[in-house]
Each structure stands twice: as C-alpha cells, then as structure tokens.
C-alpha cells in the first residue's frame, strides 16, 4: 500500500520560514515520476504550488516565486519545500502530490498538513 506522509507545517509569522517534507512508502512502489506540493485556502480550489520532475526539473506559481524551493532525495523517495519570506495569504493545508508506479501508474496524495502564517 503506497503512502505519503507530510510533516511541517504550523504557525509562523509573516516573513518567517518553514520546511515542509514528505515521505513516500510502500513495497509495490517501482518508481515515482513527478512530484509536488499543492495547496487548498478556505473556500478556494487546490492549486499547484510547486513541481518537480524525476530529473529535478521544477515549476513554481507565480505567487511563490523567489520564496519557495521544491527538492527531492530520489534515493529516500521524499520531497520538501522550504518555504521563505512567508505571507497571509500563503495560509492554506498543503498537500503533497506523487506520480507513482506501482502495477500502475497514478496520482497519489498525502493527508495535507496546515501552514499558518500571521500578520
């Protein structure tokens, strides 16, 4: 059974930091392809915050550039994303996101794990 698992999150002042991780587990996993931190506000859809490939290729919203760096440890199946320069409106549960392969391929998501950030 595939499992990702974050760790991270919490309250922190606006201009603070943090670092968000998440662990991908399971016997039946033979690779996992793309990777990415998501992110959900009260009342409004999840959107990507920040992608990256197998190869380390990342994208990043517009809103978290220069702020937030995505990096993956292939070799320990885990993703993170250090977050900087925090604001309000960065708030939100954050989700991590894998493409996986086991006798398939697909999406997998972790529980979330909630980033205050206070003015």
């Known amino acids: 059974q595939v499992q990702l698992v974050e760790s991270g999150g919490g309250l922190v002042q606006a201009g603070g930091s943090l670092r968000l991780s998440c662990a991908a587990s399971?016997?039946?996993?033979?690779?996992?392809?793309?990777m990415g931190w998501y992110r959900q506000a009260p009342g409004k859809e999840r959107e990507l915050v920040a992608g990256?490939?197998?190869?380390?290729?990342?994208k990043y919203a517009d809103s978290v550039k220069g702020r937030f760096t995505i990096s993956r440890d292939n070799a320990k199946r885990t993703v993170s994303l250090q977050m900087i320069s925090l604001r309000p409106d960065d708030t939100a549960v954050y989700y991590c996101n894998a493409r996986i392969e086991t006798w398939a391929i697909r999406d997998y998501w972790g529980r979330g794990t909630q980033v205050t950030v206070s003015s």
């Open positions: 399971g016997r039946s996993i033979v690779s996992i392809n793309d």
């Open positions: 990256i490939t197998r190869g380390e290729d990342t």
